[in-house]
């Protein structure tokens, strides 16, 4: 079964802390995809990152870094220096080759930035 | 910007009656889903098409169907809406069925039934 659990519901932090939001994933494929999505206030989501599940290199982009661990099943996303415009709803999702083009989403972890 | 709007934005209907959201992408994509997202569930797929009038059902499809009769345009149809059907709807779309390629959002549909 294809899984993904965002055990953090909400998450508060003061600005220019540094926060990790969690992402484990459980999976029959062995090649696999996994992806972050930000849904800020507005509501629109927005596509962030795609990691393979060959590929555990840690990526950076800016504040904002992934770290991926096979051996954990882990996908966790680095906040660095948080800023207000970070508060949003990010979303961790997993897509298998044997389920092809379905996506699976975790259920989201509420960020809230405090100035 | 990937080009997709929804239609409506916003809709409050009465339990029972039919209701059709629309998905419009101008991209070319061959492939386009629906998501419905509750608090407490994230996204679930609910149809998806990876072709004109191919489509196939998703975690959550009872109770909704799906057409799609031009490449950029996919239908959400709620035969008889009830209660439990409020919820906010996302379409997608995808260049790709690989598994490597994201997903693009449109801006969301809010469904109210009362």
């Known amino acids: 079964a294809q899984k993904v659990t965002q055990a953090q519901t909400e998450i508060s932090v003061v600005e220019k802390e540094d926060v990790t939001l969690d992402c484990v994933y459980e999976?029959?494929?062995?090649?696999?995809?996994l992806f972050w999505y930000k849904q800020p206030p507005s509501g629109e989501l927005v596509f962030l990152i795609r990691r393979n599940s060959f590929d555990e290199q840690n990526e950076i982009s800016g504040r904002y870094s992934w770290n991926f661990q096979k051996s954990t099943s882990s996908f966790n996303f680095t906040i660095t220096a948080s800023q207000v415009v970070d508060s949003a709803v990010y979303f961790c999702?997993?897509?298998?080759?044997?389920?092809?083009?379905?996506?699976?989403f975790g259920t989201g972890t509420s960020l809230t930035v405090i100035p | 910007d990937a080009g997709i709007t929804q239609s409506p934005r916003h809709k409050v209907t009465e339990t029972g009656t039919p209701v059709t959201l629309r998905c419009h992408q101008t991209e070319n994509h061959r492939y386009m889903y629906w998501y419905r997202q509750d608090p407490g569930h994230g996204l679930r797929l609910i149809h998806y098409s990876y072709g004109v009038k191919d489509t196939d059902k998703g975690e959550v499809s009872d109770g909704y169907s799906v057409s799609r009769s031009k490449t950029e345009d996919f239908l959400l149809t709620l035969e008889s809406a009830t209660s439990s059907q409020t919820s906010v709807y996302f379409c997608?779309?995808?260049?790709?069925?690989?598994?490597?390629?994201?997903?693009?959002f449109g801006p969301g549909t809010r469904l109210t039934v009362t």
């Open positions: 999976t029959r494929d062995t090649t696999y995809y």
């Open positions: 997608a779309i995808s260049e790709s069925a690989q598994s490597s390629y994201e997903q693009y």
């Open positions: 999702a997993l897509s298998g080759f044997i389920t092809g083009n379905q996506f699976y």
